[in-house]
């Protein structure tokens, strides 16, 4: 079960959607409620496709959810993503993960030497060469 | 895929090692191996004291390079399950050098009960390979919230810190 890139992937798109001070702005307008592309692109100095663009955005990374009528598409928010971001467990998995790695390379490195239960025991990472 | 402890608080790993399974055993009971992988990057264990019995104490100190010198973090736990080969739990705080637990606030994070969390590693003998599940649990549901929000702003300001400025 390699959940770890399907993970990163997420965070990544994540935080790459909440790297735009305009998608942020976005999110806690609706934050307060659902809106639609006029409602939303109001407060912005931006034309409508600039806001779509944004919105195209946050929602490849399921920030928000837009509804399927054509004219009137009420955009809103999904906070699953940034639950995933902030909850306990998913903070620990990437660290656990680079333990992980970080162990199948100490075993590799072991499993090259010539070994007896002595050396095993008696191994430490800093006999490089 | 991640939620198999009561509260749904939990990390769950498994991961098929090319190595026996006595000695995965021994990457999370020797302290000389588990010093080797279980510091992060740039990273070092100086101190991994590990009495590996039910009730047996842990001790383990991470120390790191900060642009303010040398940080040191403390972690302390008991082990609650050894079967050699096949079944490990330990609980995990952190604490000061001398092994008493702390609380988040005393360590300039939010929250005033100390966390315990617990380590749970399962190993499966797949004739030459072994296959390791680890759960690590959170116990308690309220604290950690905030924490977990400074943690995650902490990585976004780190990640923002590697954009490119435009965008």
């Known amino acids: 079960m390699t959940t770890s890139a399907t993970y990163d992937d997420q965070l990544t798109r994540t935080f790459a959607a909440l790297a735009n001070s305009t998608r942020r702005a976005i999110l806690a307008r609706l934050a307060k409620g659902e809106a639609n592309v006029k409602e939303l692109a109001a407060p912005f100095d931006l034309s409508m496709p600039a806001i779509s663009k944004h919105l195209t955005v946050l929602e490849g990374a399921g920030l928000i ?3 399927r009528r054509a ?7 999904d906070p699953a993503p940034l639950e995933a971001v902030a ?3 998913e903070q620990y998995r990437p660290i656990w993960e680079a333990r992980f790695d970080q162990m199948e390379d100490h075993l590799r490195h072991l499993s090259q030497q010539p070994q007896d239960n002595q050396t095993l025991k008696e191994t430490t990472p800093d006999h490089e060469h | 895929m991640s939620t198999e402890s009561p509260a749904g608080n939990a990390v769950v790993i498994e991961r098929i090692l090319d190595a026996p ?3 995965v055993w021994e990457m999370w009971v020797d302290p000389e191996h588990f010093k080797a992988w279980y510091g992060p990057k740039g990273a070092s264990i100086p101190v ?3 009495d590996v019995q039910v009730g047996g104490k842990r001790l383990i100190c991470m120390e790191m390079q900060t642009p303010n010198g040398t940080m040191q973090m403390w972690f302390t736990g008991e082990y609650l399950e050894v079967s050699s080969n096949l079944r490990l739990v330990f609980t995990e705080s952190m604490s000061d050098e001398n092994g008493n ?3 988040p606030s005393e360590m300039g994070m939010p929250g ?3 966390i315990v969390t617990e380590v749970t590693v399962e190993l499966e003998d797949l004739g030459g390979q072994t296959k390791m599940v680890m759960t690590h649990a959170g116990v308690p549901q309220d604290s950690p919230g905030a924490m977990g929000w400074n943690m ?8 923002l810190d590697t954009q490119p400025a435009s965008s």
């Open chain 2, 152 to 159: 995650a702003f902490d990585k976004l300001t780190q990640y």
């Open chain 2, 48 to 50: 991994a004291n590990m």
């Open chain 2, 101 to 103: 637990a702390k609380s």
């Open chain 2, 21 to 23: 399974i006595g000695t």
């Open chain 2, 112 to 114: 005033d009960h100390p």
């Open chain 1, 87 to 89: 909850s306990w467990s």
């Open chain 1, 71 to 77: 004219q009137y598409r009420p955009c809103s928010i």
């Open chain 1, 65 to 67: 959810v837009r509804g």
